[in-house]
């Protein structure tokens, strides 16, 4: 259990276009999903965290108009990110926490990623 | 604010061997520790955990002790294996676990048989 995918992969795309990516939560539901961003030889740096059916809370330098957030769903979060150019080119992985009694502590679980490329 | 620092990589090990690798961080208040690990192709997974200090966490083998008094929570095993070949990341929160994760770079082990 607790399976959580994200598609697609990885994602090659032209500068100024919107790129949407998907974080879903296969065998639970996902109260709290968290998105980050991960640059080659560091860390992971937490983007934004969302609730669903409210909007996103972002980290400070974290541009909401560039990095759309959405979780519209208890299994569905999405990331598009606009008007992208190179430098948004990253790794970007999700995760999904549930606060059912089951999972201890509410622990995060985590999507294999997308790789995102903007020539 | 919060960081973590753990041993850069690579690190490759022949099988059986011992495996340390160090991570030390820096918070305002008493945080929970991580340790993450990163099959290839395959998400983040939680290794193990320790929320106080002095407590172990141990799992598959693996085990990490959090030393307040040198702020430290290395990784330990003592007799690696070829499926044990992934990437590592140290991880704190200051929340008792239940919020933002802010993790260290990662460190990539290579077993070889």
């Known amino acids: 259990g607790a399976v959580v995918s994200q598609h697609p992969s990885w994602v090659i795309c032209k500068s100024g276009t919107s790129v949407k990516i998907e974080c879903r939560s296969l065998?639970?539901?996902?109260?709290?999903m968290f998105w980050y961003r991960q640059f080659p030889k560091q860390s992971l740096m937490l983007m934004a965290t969302?609730?669903?059916?409210?909007?996103?809370?972002?980290e400070q330098g974290v541009e909401k108009d560039k990095f759309l957030i959405n979780h519209a769903s208890l299994t569905l979060s999405t990331l598009t990110v606009t008007s992208a150019h190179p430098e948004d080119s990253s790794f970007y992985i999700c995760?999904?926490?549930?606060?059912?009694?089951?999972?201890?502590?509410?622990?995060?679980?985590f999507g294999p990623g997308t790789r995102l490329t903007v020539l | 604010g919060d960081s973590v620092t753990q041993m850069e990589g690579p690190v490759t090990l022949s099988e059986e061997a011992c495996l340390t690798i160090?991570?030390?961080?820096?918070?305002?208040?008493?945080?929970?520790l991580f340790w993450y690990v990163q099959y290839p192709g395959e998400g983040l997974q939680l290794l193990l955990k320790?929320?106080?200090?002095?407590d172990k966490g141990s799992n598959k083998g693996f085990e990490a002790t959090y030393r307040k008094e040198t702020t430290s929570f290395h990784l330990e095993k003592g007799s690696v294996q070829v499926s044990d070949s992934a990437v590592y990341f140290c991880?704190?929160?200051?929340?008792?676990?239940?919020?933002?994760?802010?993790f260290g770079k990662g460190t990539k082990l290579t077993v070889n048989p």
């Open positions: 995760s999904a926490r549930t606060n059912f009694e089951w999972v201890a502590d509410n622990e995060q679980f």
């Open positions: 160090n991570c030390t961080y820096t918070a305002t208040g008493y945080p929970s």
């Open positions: 320790a929320t106080k200090a002095d």
């Open positions: 969302s609730n669903e059916g409210s909007k996103a809370t972002y």
């Open positions: 065998d639970f539901q996902a109260t709290t």
């Open positions: 991880a704190l929160s200051d929340q008792g676990g239940s919020e933002k994760l802010v």
